[in-house]
């Protein structure tokens, strides 16, 4: 079925219910966004061409967006519409969900390829192949991370999958890693994929596992999404539920060398925290505040947090520092998600308006006196004005011999993640402003031009590709892929000869590029 996207101009610009409808709805909320066709979640890739917020008597273009969408239901869709923009020289992009904030997934007078409508769900309760034997559960390319929670929620088992209840499980979010509060405890979401579902672009229908069409498998297990095919379905190893200790921790001060201090001291522990642990940690740092927003500490219980943090509460009595915490026992992870994150399938951790960048974080930084210090003195002088917080995940992905976590095959995931400690990103507080764009362009322009190259140089490693402003200036074949960018060249080059797939920092991209007129170009 090939589905037009029209876009409608407002009809009234007096109209106060529609006009907060739009401002909270299409506009700037991902659960409008997501069933739209062409639709994407980041203001930046709308360009300005159709803004809400002017009268109805201003023209209302398409501008960057795909032009016409093939509503997905199956590998011969897929394949049609591979075959039809190679026939007419038709851009063609790949949409999920929307939440991409590189805008790999629309473009100027592209045809898109729409895969939300792919929502099946298959319960295996014994999947058998020459890796692993267990529970596990097929998605299709449509589902979201609250629709596979919910899908899980009576069979007695936990995936890893994402914290925005919204993102799709098997599209970019996987395929470029895939962060969840279950890695330290289970690994990337990239490490439990068993098998993809994939139609590559020459139109090949493709079953990729590590054991057959296997180099396809590795790529499209960490190396990027939209690059190497487009996915039908992916298979994920599941894990029994069970109990989760749960809790955030509150540290406010007007005293900000005391709160600093304690940050670098919370930063210097962090490897014990989940060097032979299940935990993950998430906090955010501002000019005055430290916020563990949560611990997530799968089957275990509350006390196990007052242990965990035996070591750093004293610190915050001898510096002066008063806290607030709080722990519970949740019965699952589900209830555990649920908690932090808010209702599915949504939940209220989908960020609409992101100025934002990413850095891995590696644990000889923070076990370095020098280094950690220099990089917390880093993080109190972004945040001095108030403009900008660091948002963190303390995590272990380490896959070594002694890994706490299950093996999983071989992947294409960043070699840096192995190493990190965690991942952080500097954000800023301010909502976009549809009136005076220019003052937008001025924080991404502090982002991009001051504030990123000081963090790079405070954490040699990598970045989260899901993760980063699209007007980065740094070394993208590096800090997305390190070592595997080769490997995953000449991957990209057998399955893709003719360039059919390309997106921002996808690999392979700098072998095209986007004209003044926004049409895509073989170089």
């Excluded at 016409?68 to 851009?91: K, L």
């Excluded at 068993?194 to 590590?210: D, F, K, M, N, Q």
């Excluded at 563990?292 to 070591?311: G, W």
């Excluded at 976009?432 to 990123?452: G, N």
Aim: charged fraction near 15%.
């Amino acid at each position: 079925m090939l589905c037009v996207l029209t876009l409608h101009p407002i009809l009234s610009p007096s109209s106060d219910g529609c006009l907060s409808r739009l401002k909270w709805g299409p506009v700037s909320d991902a659960a409008s966004r997501n069933p739209t066709p062409g639709e994407i979640l980041n203001p930046y890739w709308q360009n300005e061409t159709c803004s809400p917020f002017t009268g109805p008597q201003i023209q209302c273009t398409l501008g960057n967006r795909a032009v016409y969408s093939i509503n997905v239901t199956g590998v011969s869709d897929v394949q049609a519409g591979i075959a039809f923009a190679a026939r007419h020289n038709v851009r063609l992009v790949v949409r999920n969900t929307g939440i991409d904030y590189l805008g790999q997934s629309t473009g100027r007078g592209a045809l898109s390829l729409y895969m939300y409508g792919l929502k099946s769900t298959q319960l295996i309760n014994s999947y058998c192949s020459p890796f692993y034997e267990g529970p596990a559960i097929r998605l299709g390319a449509g589902v979201t991370a609250g629709e596979a929670y919910t899908a899980l929620q009576d069979t007695g088992f936990r995936a890893v999958s994402a914290e925005c209840g919204l993102t799709g499980m098997v599209g970019g979010y996987v395929q470029g890693g895939g962060q969840s509060q279950l890695v330290t405890a289970y690994g990337l979401a990239a490490d439990q994929v068993l098998e993809w579902e994939v139609v590559t672009p020459r139109g090949e229908y493709l079953i990729a596992t590590p054991h057959q069409n296997s180099d396809l498998y590795w790529a499209l297990a960490g190396g990027g999404g939209g690059t190497y095919g487009i996915v039908l379905s992916a298979t994920f190893r599941i894990f029994p539920e069970g109990p989760v200790a749960g809790g955030s921790l509150l540290v406010q001060s007007a005293n900000s060398r005391a709160l600093f201090e304690a940050v670098a001291i919370f930063f210097s522990q962090a490897p014990s925290y989940v060097n032979q642990s299940l935990d993950n940690i998430q906090l955010f740092v501002t000019n005055d505040t430290l916020t563990i927003l949560n611990f997530v500490m799968p089957n275990q219980t509350a006390s196990s947090i007052d242990k965990l943090l035996q070591p750093f509460l004293p610190e915050l009595k001898r510096l002066g520092l008063g806290y607030n915490l709080t722990t519970q026992d949740y019965p699952t992870y589900l209830d555990s998600f649920i908690g932090s994150y808010g209702p599915l399938p949504y939940g209220n951790l989908c960020p609409s308006f992101p100025i934002i960048g990413s850095r891995l974080i590696p644990r000889e930084i923070v076990l370095n006196p020098q280094s950690n210090q220099h990089l917390i003195d880093l993080y109190q002088n972004i945040t001095e004005s108030g403009e900008w917080w660091i948002g963190c995940s303390i995590l272990n992905v380490d896959d070594s011999a002694a890994s706490v976590r299950p093996p999983h095959p071989h992947n294409s995931v960043h070699p840096a993640w192995r190493e990190a400690i965690a991942y952080c990103n500097p954000q800023t507080h301010q909502p976009y402003d549809w009136e005076d764009p220019t003052a937008v362009a001025k924080l991404r322009q502090t982002l991009v031009d001051d504030i990123f190259p000081r963090l790079e140089a405070a954490t040699p490693g990598g970045a989260v590709l899901n993760e980063i402003d699209p007007t980065y200036k740094g070394d993208w074949k590096d800090s997305f892929y390190g070592a595997n960018y080769d490997r995953l060249l000449a991957i990209k080059h057998k399955y893709d000869p003719g360039k059919f797939l390309y997106g921002k920092f996808a690999v392979g991209s700098d072998e095209s590029t986007i004209d003044g007129e926004g049409r895509l170009c073989r170089v």
